[in-house]
């Protein structure tokens, strides 16, 4: 027998970005909780809206599952007096294991008698358990930060409201954060603001839509997404749909109705970017566009409430826009006043940090680090003229009063600004991408030498705070170097230079050489490893085995190298003859590790000679190296033909390796057995010098190829 479980937790209005973070904490509480207590359920959905979190938890037991306990207590010959009557010692042990001395029982060890009671747990009606348990969930669920209101102990995100709690048809007595649990939930705060009736905890969504409520997250966010759709439609235009909007909007209603605002032509004068950003980021309203074409003077605002007069909300809406619009066309208009060089010139009153100047002195060093960058990646002749045009204007947005108010507009600006004074398209580009990506989901730089500044610019930075000592520690990073760390690497995966890591670390550290600090090698060094540890972690994050991101990573030059790497080695590792070659592989480069060429550039099949082969297993080894080192050639192949040059920030965890890998592998798998036969019946270490360095030399020359494919060695 069992029963659904219904627990919802209502609050005052929550923050957004809680709604998702508070639902999906709530359900693995939830059942992590009911499992340890024997009630595991058949599954549980979560539901969140702001004025509420709640999980129901199909199929609880009617009670908790038993579960026998044997407890082993003194001697025999301490529980029991010469006449087998129990005494103070059993006793003891019988009342704090919870039974009657009567039901202990002796039995005898390795170390003599002992006695033993046998402690039944479990077995208690859920309706029993579960008050306690629930209200411990209401007192544990997670959240960064929560508030204490009148003289309510537990502490939550929000004041709690009420609480509802049932199983099947019966209200359980939880009694948490001030409120006593009910069999009934609450509608929308205004169209439907009292109690709502269940039939059972099953009904739960369905009782609450007919409450103007849409409980589910991802449902409502469809519902908001599909009126803003449906409101612009009707005005003949389309919305401009951030992800991250829609998602902040969907969690501030718990019913979407959409208003259709306007604004005056005039501003229309404003970049889109400007206009965006004040709608977006602002107001929380949708940008609507022309079909194909720029922004109209148009929003789609999301209320919360269906009013009679919808052209109260509306005003309301265009009048707070209408004010942001004004400030914005006046920074507009002022910063033009000035041209983006002299805007730059401002650049020396902004600091950047203490001991590295401000930010003209970062911009300059930047513009040394960016030309030995596109040195080092090749970068081609046109690009080479756009980014020199650039780089004197760098930044000079800082400056201006838009991106003081909006900082968020950086390099938007600077690109608005340099082709609102006849700065070619090409250089404009270069100005924006050069502070691109912002955050860890926002665009890459969408040209060649933006990624280049972009790049120099998150190095320059890396490499002076690594020079003072203030790299990251711990969880601690308050100057946001894993961040740029990051950065990097999904520019560098997403271009795909052959320029390594370390290569375009010291491009970057050249910059340094006039100060203002100094940079020896060891801060190179540590700073290329910061890069590398970025790549591991997001090879990590991606599901690829710690053994796996080794193996690609310290067996890589590239961010991309290690990438491919990481994708073919995941889908080889799957395959048991692969495994088994890569245990032989190991064995072998412990022994090649012995082998010391005359010149460490040659190929060490070069140094081998079949005359010296004394065993009948050396032949079939060096025959197979040819059919070895192809498969090797064809994997990598595969590698780069089905991992391409991408953001690897965006890529789907588990991503399937889209490659044909079948007759490369069994090339490549043709060494694996005249190489275990040669590792168990030749003797590597001879006596003989020569015979000696021959074996090592083929051992050393079947270890090349595979070595290719990254540093085996970590992965038997």
Do not use: C
Not at 116 to 145: F, H, I, K, N, S
């Amino acid at each position: 027998m069992s029963r659904d479980l219904l627990f919802e937790i209502g609050t005052e209005e929550l923050p957004a970005w809680y709604v998702t973070e508070g639902s999906r904490a709530l359900g693995p509480l939830l059942e992590q909780r009911l499992a340890a207590a024997g009630l595991a359920p058949e599954g549980v959905t979560v539901y969140g809206t702001p004025r509420r979190l709640a999980a129901l938890a199909r199929g609880v037991p009617e009670r908790s599952a038993e579960r026998v306990e044997e407890r082993r207590g003194p001697a025999a010959s301490a529980a029991f007096d010469e006449s087998g009557a129990p005494t103070r010692a059993a006793e003891a042990f019988a009342r704090s294991a919870g039974v009657a001395v009567e039901a202990l029982e002796r039995r005898q060890t390795e170390k003599g008698e002992y006695v033993y009671a046998r402690v039944v747990r479990g077995g208690q009606p859920a309706a029993e358990v579960l008050p306690a348990l629930l209200a411990g969930v209401v007192a544990d669920l997670p959240a960064p930060r929560k508030m204490r209101w009148g003289e309510v102990e537990t502490p939550f995100v929000r004041p709690v409201a009420w609480l509802t709690a049932r199983l099947g048809d019966e209200v359980l007595p939880v009694s948490a954060a001030g409120q006593a649990a009910v069999g009934s939930s609450r509608g929308h705060r205004f169209l439907a603001p009292g109690e709502v009736a269940l039939s059972s905890p099953a009904d739960y969504a369905e009782a609450l839509r007919g409450a103007w409520v849409i409980a589910d997250e991802d449902e409502r966010r469809e519902a908001t997404l599909r009126a803003v759709r449906e409101a612009a439609a009707a005005e003949g235009l389309e919305p401009v749909v951030d992800p991250a909007l829609l998602a902040e909007v969907a969690n501030l209603v718990e019913w979407p109705f959409p208003i259709v605002g306007a604004f005056d032509e005039a501003y229309l004068e404003l970049p889109d970017e400007v206009l965006t950003t004040v709608m977006v980021k602002h107001q929380r309203f949708f940008p609507l566009r022309r079909p194909g074409g720029r922004l109209a003077a148009r929003f789609v605002g999301v209320s919360n409430n269906r009013v009679p007069d919808e052209d109260v909300v509306r005003r309301g809406y265009q009048e707070v826009l209408a004010g942001r619009l004004y400030d914005a066309r006046f920074f507009w208009r002022a910063d033009r006043e000035r041209s983006l060089s002299q805007h730059a010139w401002a650049l020396s009153g902004i600091a950047f940090q203490r001991e590295l100047g401000s930010m003209a002195d970062k911009t300059a060093r930047v513009a040394a680090a960016a030309q030995a960058v596109a040195d080092a990646v090749g970068l081609g002749e046109e690009d080479r003229k756009a980014l020199t045009a650039a780089l004197p204007l760098f930044r000079a947005d800082l400056a201006t009063q838009m991106v003081y108010e909006l900082p968020e507009l950086e390099g938007d600006m600077a690109r608005a600004y340099a082709l609102a004074e006849g700065q070619p398209e090409a250089v404009a580009d270069v100005l924006r991408d050069g502070v691109r990506p912002k955050g860890p989901d926002e665009p890459l730089p969408a040209t060649e030498p933006g990624a280049v500044l972009a790049v120099a610019d998150r190095l320059d930075k890396l490499v002076g705070f690594f020079a003072l000592g203030k790299r990251p520690s711990g969880s601690a990073d308050p100057f946001g170097l894993r961040r740029d760390a990051h950065a990097v690497v999904r520019v560098l995966a997403a271009r795909g230079w052959r320029a390594s890591v370390e290569t375009l670390v010291e491009a970057a550290a050249g910059a340094y050489r006039d100060g203002p600090v100094s940079v020896d090698m060891g801060t190179i060094e540590a700073v290329g490893a910061f890069v590398w540890d970025r790549v591991a972690a997001l090879l990590e994050e991606q599901g690829h085995p710690v053994p796996v991101v080794r193996a690609a990573t310290l067996g890589s030059f590239t961010v991309l190298g290690a990438i491919r790497r990481a994708r073919l080695l995941s889908h080889l590792m799957t395959r048991p003859e692969f495994a088994d070659l890569m245990a032989l592989h190991k064995r072998a480069a412990n022994l090649a590790q012995r082998y010391e060429p005359a010149d460490p550039e040659a190929d060490p099949r070069d140094a081998v000679d079949p005359g010296l082969f004394a065993s009948d297993e050396e032949r079939p080894l060096y025959d197979a190296l040819d059919e070895g080192a192809v498969g090797a050639s064809e994997l990598l192949a595969a590698a780069a033909s089905a991992v391409p040059p991408h953001d690897p920030g965006r890529e789907a965890e588990g991503a399937p390796f889209a490659a044909d890998v079948e007759g490369p592998l069994a090339r490549l798998l043709s060494l694996k057995a005249p190489l275990d036969a040669y590792l168990d019946n030749v003797l590597v270490m001879a006596e003989d010098e020569r015979l000696r360095r021959n074996r090592l030399a083929l051992l050393a020359a079947v270890v090349a190829p595979l070595r290719r494919l990254g540093a085996l060695e970590h992965l038997a």
